[in-house]
């Protein structure tokens, strides 16, 4: 009989799968598509954050986004 062997399993599947409680769920197979998409360094990782004078400016996509300060 031929004995099956486990396939190695990428960065990115560890990464999601540590994050995630259910396994496999459809949330955790789209963020593992995702990560794959972009790389397991990457991933996860929070957009920048831009500090100016008139309060944090987030970058994101095509415009930023200016945030008000503190009421």
Known sequence: MATKKKSKKDACYS????????????????????????????????????????GIVSIRGQGAVLKNRLR
């Open 15 to 54: 990464k999601v799968k540590s994050r995630y409680k259910v396994w496999p769920s459809a949330y955790a197979s789209g963020a593992l598509v995702k990560c794959r998409k972009v790389g397991a360094k990457n991933w996860g990782n929070k957009s920048k954050v831009k500090k100016s004078a008139g």
